[in-house]
């Protein structure tokens, strides 16, 4: 354990290593964090994130694991506290878009079970587990919390990539269930729901949904970048708001506003 635990907090970030991961990951060691990440490949961008946090100030835990599988939770979860002695946020940011976009007449188990297992029921478990071990600790403990990241998508209806749609709707619902759940031992849980962002994850799309935010698709006429989601997470985990729990927090250049 790290003697700095007793004045730094720990979090964990799935899928950490680029991305929308590393952006939150930055942010939170520089909000005072010391960072367990999580993500399924320990590669030259697992190694430069965690030389980047390390140059923010932040001690840094890596595991290598797969959140689809199960055994891969209470790894995590031991992994924090025998580094950090503590955990204060966990942030679900792991997840996979679809293979390849197409008819929803043509989405298989296979792809249905891939995308489900990752994106809803390993987010939904590693929750649990964490949230076993937070009760645990008593409800001393103040600002603890829990994000999870869902997408603008758990309501925009996109018919050719609907298994995603259906994983980032149920991790709407699971949000607001560990809520319920947690708040009173004063563990809160947000949704997170990133729309357009500039990521490896969108760069299939970038040409086709650039031309449309030109052309007014968003308020906001820009893409979102990584850091905008991570300055949301960042305030949330910063326990400065303590009487909110259960909200979903949409960082979408106002895509999701109804309009006429």
């Known amino acids: 354990m790290s003697d700095r635990s007793?004045?730094?907090r720990a979090a964990i970030v799935t899928g950490?290593?680029?991305g929308i991961g590393r952006a939150i990951a930055y942010a939170l060691a520089e909000g005072g964090f010391d960072l367990l990440v999580n993500d399924i490949r320990e590669d030259e961008l697992a190694v430069e994130t965690v030389a980047g946090l390390q140059a923010r100030g932040a001690e840094v835990e890596f595991v290598c694991g797969d959140i689809a599988q199960h055994d891969t939770h209470q790894?995590?979860?031991d992994a924090v506290y025998d580094r950090f002695g503590r955990?204060?946020?966990l942030v679900n940011n792991a997840g996979v878009q679809v293979r390849k976009r197409g008819d929803l007449l043509d989405v298989t188990p296979e792809r249905f079970d891939e995308v489900l297992?990752?994106?809803?029921?390993?987010?939904?478990?590693?929750?649990?587990t964490v949230a076993r071990r937070m009760l645990a600790d008593g409800s001393g403990e103040s600002g603890r919390s829990i994000v999870v990241l869902s997408s603008s998508n758990a309501h925009l209806v996109s018919a050719e990539k609907g298994e995603y749609c259906i994983s980032k709707c149920g991790l709407s619902m699971m949000a607001k269930l560990f809520a319920l759940r947690l708040a009173r031992a004063g563990i809160?849980?947000?949704e997170i729901q990133p729309g357009l962002i500039r990521t490896d994850m969108t760069a299939e799309v970038r040409e086709m949904y650039g031309a449309m935010i030109e052309q007014?698709?968003?308020p906001v006429p820009r893409w979102g970048e990584p850091e905008d989601v991570a300055r949301a997470v960042a305030t949330l985990v910063s326990g400065l708001i303590p009487?909110?729990?259960?909200?979903?927090?949409?960082?979408?250049g106002g895509l999701m506003i109804p309009r006429l």
């Open 188 to 190: 809160s849980v947000y």
């Open 117 to 128: 297992n990752i994106n809803l029921r390993g987010t939904f478990f590693l929750t649990q």
């Open 87 to 89: 955990l204060d946020a």
């Open 243 to 252: 009487f909110a729990t259960g909200n979903a927090i949409s960082i979408d």
């Open 6 to 8: 007793v004045s730094r």
């Open 75 to 77: 790894r995590i979860v």
């Open 216 to 218: 007014g698709l968003s």
């Open 16 to 18: 950490g290593r680029r």
